[in-house]
């Protein structure tokens, strides 16, 4: 009686499980963006108005500091794929240092860090905002293949452990039927 029910159970499980549970397969695209978090923006004017206030003091730490700023925030801007953003800031930073290089040299003199902020915001390519794109799309195409494999691996694995239980629970409804039959007689 005991492998009866012991086989009744075990189909009784085989059947909930197939139902349907299995992990959804496609992990789409949107899937991925609806995980990045908005950062708030820096606005380009406020920072020129912060550059130009610092320059007009003669205040290398300030000068220095700010123009660390926009460096990060210029390649935050690229990794988070926003490029029309990265391309005006640059723009108008790098328009900003032309202006004012000879006033900014003027009084950071030897300083070799500022000196190089300058020449590296100088040299910040706008195009680079649409290498950053490439390498984004890429590293966002990744991300949703590897998804969709770990998803296709997991549904694998389901359905091989629900067909091994089908084997299972058959073998143990013919034990069953068997010792029925031979307690029978049959």
Excluded: R, W
């Excluded at 000879?102 to 290498?131: C, H, Q, R, W, Y």
């Excluded at 590293?139 to 389901?158: E, I, L, Y």
């Amino acid at each position: 009686m005991k492998k009866i029910f012991f086989g009744i159970v075990a189909l009784a499980a085989i059947t909930f499980t197939a139902c349907n549970n299995a992990p959804k397969a496609d992990v789409e695209a949107a899937d991925v963006d609806s995980l990045v978090v908005e950062e708030p923006t820096v606005n380009v004017d406020e920072t020129i108005s912060a550059l130009s206030a610092a320059v007009e003091a003669s205040d290398a730490e300030q000068t220095q500091s700010l123009l660390a700023k926009a460096q990060e925030y210029i390649a935050q801007l690229q990794a988070e794929g926003k490029l029309e953003e990265a391309k005006v800031y640059i723009a108008k930073i790098q328009e900003f240092i032309a202006a004012n290089e000879e006033k900014i040299a003027s009084f950071t003199g030897g300083n070799e860090t500022v000196a190089n902020l300058v020449s590296a915001v100088k040299a910040l390519p706008i195009d680079v905002a649409d290498a950053a794109s490439n390498v984004a799309e890429g590293a966002k195409d990744a991300v949703v293949g590897a998804a969709n494999d770990a998803a296709n691996a997991a549904t694998d694995a389901a359905n091989n452990a629900v067909e091994a239980g089908k084997q299972e629970a058959g073998k143990a409804i013919d034990n069953a039927a068997n010792a029925v039959k031979g307690k029978l007689g049959l």
